[in-house]
């Protein structure tokens, strides 16, 4: 276990009895470890904003297979970055409709590309990217 560090915080009454709603809501066993947790969404957010740092994320869409051409684009611009995607998972929605979840690991700016090109891509009906920061902070 890493080395902790114990600090005070000043907080408005009001503020922390929310905050406590919050964590039981949430099942936090104590403050510490939930505002632990918020420091490292913030590093997280703040990595990705800046572009340079790993991370691991899921790429989300949604798409019509039927449409002439696009099940071949998707597995193209997969292929360019396949040093970087870890698993696809592939998903038959309906007669017409498959989702794909597509698992990648690298640099945040990079994933952010791949994800642009997959869910702008001419067909794809909704597409959604999710980041989780891995720099060295978290590791």
């Known amino acids: ?3 902790l560090t114990r600090f005070g915080v000043s ?5 922390l009895k929310k905050f406590d709603a919050v964590i039981k809501k949430k099942k936090y066993m104590n403050r510490s470890r939930a505002i632990s947790d918020l ?3 913030l590093i997280v957010e703040e990595e990705r904003e800046d572009g ?6 899921t790429i989300n869409i949604v798409y019509d297979h039927h449409r002439r051409g696009l099940a071949h684009e998707l597995n193209h611009i997969q292929h360019d970055y396949h040093g ?12 017409d409709n498959c989702l794909d979840v597509i698992i990648v690991k690298g640099k945040t700016k990079v994933i952010r ?3 642009d090109r997959l869910i702008s891509a001419k067909g794809v009906k909704f597409g959604k990217l999710t980041v ?3 720099g060295k902070e978290l590791k």
């Open 11 to 15: 907080i408005e009454d009001a503020v």
């Open 132 to 134: 989780a920061g891995i």
């Open 84 to 95: 970087l995607i870890v698993s696809d998972t592939h998903v038959h929605l309906d007669h």
């Open 113 to 115: 590309g791949i994800a």
């Open 39 to 41: 420091i490292t969404n």
């Open 52 to 57: 340079n740092g790993e991370s691991i994320a």
């Open 1 to 3: 276990m890493a080395n």
